[in-house]
Each structure stands twice: as structure tokens, then as C-alpha cells.
T-cell receptor, first 117, second 112 residues
Framework: GAVVSQHPSRVICKSGTSVKIECRSL??????MFWYRQFPKQSLMLMAT?????????EQGVEKDKFLINHASLTLSTLTVTSAHPEDSSFYIC?????????????FGSGTRLTVV | EDQVTQSPEALRLQEGESSSLNCSYT??????LFWYRQDPGKGPEFLFT???AGEEKEKERLKATLTKKESFLHITAPKPEDSATYLC?????????????FGAGTRLAVHP
């Protein structure tokens, strides 16, 4: 149980275009989902926290207009990188928490490698 | 400021050579410490959660321990398939229970 599916696993896009990444909780309802960014050989940096049905909370320094997050249902959150540029190339990972796990249940997706050319 | 520091940054072991990874934390009121394993190009995989000093948890060749200032991940007789990056993380005191602050990780390579 507690599986988080992230899609796509890899995507290459042209500079100036937008890319959408999906994160789905397959066997539980995720009241809260998190989006992280990871650079090579570096740790995970939290970008934003999204709660179902409400606006996402962005971490300091994260451009909310560039990284659009939607959490319209209890099983799906999406991250859209708008007007992507090469510096947005990175590994993006989502994480989800189910209400019944109390405070400490976090399951991660398998990540999305974004390359902007 | 809440902070998590892991050492060493990288560790190379021979198969069967036991060792320990360290995770030091500074947080005002620990509400749990998480250990994850991350393989290249993959998301982190949950290993353990420790809540109080003195607590220990084991899974196969891995054993996690916790003190008031740090946690250790002991690897006994490692195998090449244990090669991965090991991450530890804590929820910050402020910001609710939703966030996790991650350490930079320890890249472990186990050679046959």
C-alpha cells in the first residue's frame, strides 16, 4: 500500500514551453502533497505544499507564477512549469501524506527528470 | 535555525565491511527523524522513523539509532545492492508537521 505514481519520468521540452507533471496517490487519499526539486548530488529542496481544494503554499524564493500547482482532488496534484528555461532543468519529486497516517506518513513518487533545451 | 547535517558525504565500502552513517540535527523539539534510501534517478524510499532518544529500528542489514543530537544508520555486512544515497530528514519545529528538512545525504558505494 501507500503508492505514489509520478508521470512522466522523463521529459524534454523546448525553452519557452510549459510542462505538466502529475502526481497520483494510487491506494490512499492524499490530503497533502509536496513538491521537491533536486539538483545533482544535492538534497531535496521543498518547493511547495498543496492541500486538496486550496491554494498551494510556496517556499521562500519559489516563483508561484512559474511553478503552478493544482491539487483538485484527493488523489491528484499537478505541477506545471510555465515558460520553461534551461535553468529549470532539474529532478522534480512529489510526496504525499495520507490523513490516516497521522503526522509522519510520507511517500515519494519516482521523480521526473525535466530537461529544457 | 533548524538544520540537518549528514556525514560522511560519500562512503566507499567493501562488501561485508560494516560501517555507520551519521545524521546530526538541530531542531527545537524533535518530532521524529526519518531515514530514506534514494537510488539514482528515483524518489526516496522510506526506511525508518525514530521518535525518541534511545529508540532503535532494524531492517535487514540496516539499524537506525537515535540520541538527543544525532542519529546513526548502521550497515552490517553490506552488499553491493545496498549502494545508494541515504537521506535523513526532520520536521522543523515551526511550520507544522507538513514539512521535512533533508540533509544532503551520504552516497554509499559497496564494492564486491
Amino acid at each position: 500500500g501507500a503508492v505514489v505514481s509520478q508521470h512522466p519520468s522523463r521529459v524534454i521540452c523546448k525553452s519557452g514551453t510549459s510542462v505538466k507533471i502529475e502526481c497520483r496517490s494510487l491506494d490512499f487519499q492524499a490530503t497533502t502533497m509536496f513538491w521537491y526539486r533536486q539538483f545533482p548530488k544535492q538534497s531535496l529542496m521543498l518547493m511547495a505544499t498543496s492541500n486538496e481544494g486550496s491554494k498551494a503554499t510556496y517556499e521562500q524564493g519559489v516563483e508561484k507564477d512559474k511553478f503552478l500547482i493544482n491539487h483538485a482532488s484527493l488523489t491528484l496534484s499537478t505541477l506545471t512549469v510555465t515558460s520553461a528555461h534551461p535553468e529549470d532543468s532539474s529532478f522534480y519529486i512529489c510526496s504525499a501524506r495520507g490523513e490516516e497516517w497521522g503526522n509522519y506518513g510520507y511517500t515519494f513518487g519516482s521523480g521526473t527528470r525535466l530537461t529544457v533545451v | 535555525e533548524d538544520q540537518v547535517t549528514q556525514s560522511p558525504e560519500a562512503l566507499r565500502l567493501q562488501e561485508g565491511e560494516s560501517s555507520s552513517l551519521n545524521c546530526s540535527y538541530t531542531v527545537s523539539g524533535l518530532r521524529g527523524l526519518f531515514w530514506y534510501r534514494q537510488d539514482p534517478g528515483k524518489g526516496p524510499e522510506f526506511l525508518f522513523t525514530l521518535y525518541s532518544a534511545g529508540e532503535e529500528k532494524e531492517k535487514e542489514r540496516l539499524k537506525a539509532t537515535l540520541t538527543k543530537k544525532e542519529s546513526f544508520l548502521h550497515i552490517t555486512a553490506p552488499k553491493p545492492e545496498d549502494s545508494a544515497t541515504y537521506l535523513c530528514a526532520v520536521p522543523p519545529f515551526s511550520g507544522g508537521y507538513n514539512k521535512l528538512i533533508f540533509g544532503a545525504g551520504t552516497r554509499l558505494a559497496v564494492h564486491p
